[in-house]
């Protein structure tokens, strides 16, 4: 289990920019692929973004692919979600999530341990 800390959630006009973060307590950070998921109301948790333990590989969503960049700083143990162009549908609460399978999966059962979530919110 990793415990993992979100940040930088709020409220943002349409079109405009936000970028979490999430810090992970585990000192062996690198071990684990990091990935993002939202959940909406009324809505499942959907996955968003995935990123690999180096860093050198990513996977989008189709929703969010274009829009949103995910990366990460292991000497700092953080992976950070930067989204761009937010409509509205962008709204949900979005949670990191950690994984120390190496292999890339969107499916949230693949992920053990998770953020409590950041609410953003996207004004039309």
């Known amino acids: 289990q990793v415990h993992l800390v979100e940040s930088g959630g709020g409220l943002v006009q349409a079109g405009g920019s936000l970028r979490l973060s999430c810090t992970a307590s585990e000192r062996t950070f690198s071990n684990y692929r990091m990935g993002w998921f939202r959940q909406a109301p009324g809505k499942e948790r959907e996955f968003v973004a995935e990123?690999?333990?180096?860093?050198?590989?990513?996977y989008y969503s189709d929703s969010v692919k274009g829009r949103f960049t995910i990366s990460r700083d292991n000497a700092k143990n953080t992976v950070y979600l930067q989204m761009n162009i937010l409509p509205p549908e962008d709204t949900a609460v979005y949670y990191c999530?950690?994984?120390?399978?190496?292999?890339?999966?969107?499916?949230?059962?693949?992920?053990?341990?998770w953020g409590q979530g950041t609410q953003v919110t996207v004004s039309s």
């Open positions: 999530a950690a994984s120390s399978s190496t292999t890339p999966s969107s499916g949230s059962a693949a992920f053990g341990s």
């Open positions: 990123i690999n333990r180096s860093g050198g590989r990513t």
